[in-house]
């Protein structure tokens, strides 16, 4: 005798973490002000009602997970532009804001992230200033969040040692961890240094990240790197960018160098996360050039799919 199943059941048992969007281009794009090197910062500056706003926003098109705005808000970006005495007081304005954001949107379940960045810019894995540096300066940022977060997310992490010395400093926190790599847009599966996915979980599988997802790269870079996290032994995930190239991004540069895709938009874009979802993706969202407007066809994507979105790993 066959046996079917109930499709009821089984649809409930699909959840899905669904994060938020980017919010330093998106910011950038919402405010009157020139664009500075200090990105998402500056906002964070001259016009913390946008964050709250875009925070709120995000939650409201279904995100259950936001990320601190707090990506550009390191001592080394902030000395670049005589702002390193600014770092304790934007880091805790960019918690407030997230705090209020989830309060002011009055949605249960939803997660807030911290942030831990690459030190000096994105993509760049040459700038890395070595590990006791860096361990130094992540110690510090995990310090002023990890009273109000709920996890933290090492992310757009572009080399091995950017995610040993990232994931050491959240280890000696009580709180969980993400690392988030970004790939080559080359789409040959490596981080941008040139090292395998498998040598960084490899170096960091004894602090016990929580999960590792796949971020701030095109979605076919995502795609073609899928393989190479699909067997590790954790939650995986992705949530790609937008952009058309950031070969021309430097150091100390502004978000005028780089260009938003024009074939992306929130259907194109949900196209490709089915696909991480279909191949084993629990964590799913967007990176830089991916709006609440993509998160929200996302979530009804998901939500019309049988999955279940929520804030926390289950």
């Excluded at 790269?217 to 960018?241: F, H, K, Q, R």
Aim: aromatic share 6%; with cysteine; proline share 5%.
């Amino acid at each position: 005798m066959s046996v079917h199943p109930n499709t009821e059941f089984e649809m409930s048992l699909k959840k899905i973490v669904l994060t938020d969007g980017g919010m330093g281009q998106e910011l950038v794009h919402r405010s009157a002000s020139k664009p500075s090197p200090m990105w998402g910062a500056q906002v964070l500056m001259d016009q913390p009602d946008l964050v709250c706003d875009l925070h709120v926003e995000y939650i409201l098109a279904g995100a259950r997970v936001i990320t601190v705005n707090a990506y550009s808000i390191t001592p080394e970006r902030l000395a670049h532009v005589g702002e390193e005495a600014q770092f304790e007081k934007l880091q805790r304005r960019a918690l407030d804001l997230a705090l209020k954001a989830r309060d002011k949107a009055g949605v249960a379940d939803v997660a807030i992230t911290g942030c831990l960045p690459p030190l000096f810019g994105s993509y760049q894995p040459d700038t890395f200033p070595g590990a006791e540096i860096a361990l130094s300066t992540y110690r510090r940022v995990v310090e002023a969040q990890a009273g109000d977060v709920d996890v933290f997310l090492c992310e757009t992490m572009s080399s091995v040692q950017e995610c040993v010395a990232s994931v050491t400093a959240v280890s000696e926190s009580e709180v969980p961890v993400w690392l988030a790599m970004s790939v080559d847009d080359n789409q040959n599966g490596l981080l941008r240094s040139g090292e395998t996915i498998a040598s960084a979980y490899d170096a960091v599988k004894a602090l016990k990240p929580q999960a590792v997802l796949i971020n701030c790269s095109i979605p076919e870079a995502v795609t073609a790197a899928w393989p190479n996290v699909t067997d590790l032994p954790c939650a995986v995930g992705a949530y790609a960018n937008g952009f058309t190239s950031v070969v021309d991004l430097k150091i100390g540069g502004t978000v005028d160098m780089l260009r938003a895709r024009t074939d992306l938009d929130p259907q194109g874009y949900a196209s490709h996360a089915m696909q991480w979802v279909d191949g084993g993706a629990s964590i799913v969202g967007g990176c830089c050039e991916i709006s609440p407007a993509h998160i929200k066809y996302l979530a009804d994507v998901l939500t019309n799919g049988g999955y279940t979105v929520q804030g926390w790993l289950s």
